[in-house]
């Protein structure tokens, strides 16, 4: 049977599954509602010229692209702001600090890469000449 300490894990377990699940739906709303403001605009900006069929203007065109172009940037900084991974992730990357962890296609070192005339693939050596 089950004992009490079984039970605690499955409900620790549970509850962490729990907490993540909420912090991904959080993240996903955020990033749909950024989207649907930042394109939002814009589509009621062209709707708003297309059904009028006279020229609104390039100020509101200007600001409808801007928007556009803010949705694309301020994608990293809601990742940022919600997921502590993301953000180890980018100061290791921009920081250029080497992470303890393993790679997953190690470098390969000096030694492992000896090139002669024996290893070269026929492909890359010069083709026999046919005029003798």
């Known amino acids: 049977m089950f004992s009490q300490s079984d039970f605690i894990s ?8 729990a907490r993540v699940r909420k912090r991904v739906t959080l993240m996903v709303v955020a ?3 950024i989207y649907g403001i930042c394109w939002g605009t814009n589509e009621v900006v062209y ?8 020229h609104i203007g390039h100020l509101p065109m ?10 694309s940037a301020i994608n990293p900084f809601v990742y940022a702001l919600l997921n502590k991974q993301f953000r180890v992730k980018m100061k290791v990357m921009l920081c250029c600090t080497h992470s303890s962890a393993p790679r997953v296609c190690p470098k390969r070192k000096s030694q492992d890469i000896v090139l002669d005339e ?3 693939p026929s492909i890359y050596t010069a083709a026999p000449s046919t005029t003798e």
Request: hydrophobic content about 55%; cysteine-free; charged content about 5%.
């Open 47 to 54: 709707a708003i010229e297309f059904i009028a069929l006279h």
């Open 10 to 17: 499955l409900y620790t377990r549970t509850q962490g599954v």
């Open 31 to 33: 990033i749909t509602v």
């Open 118 to 120: 024996n290893t070269i």
């Open 62 to 71: 200007a600001i409808a692209n801007t928007m556009v172009l803010f949705n």
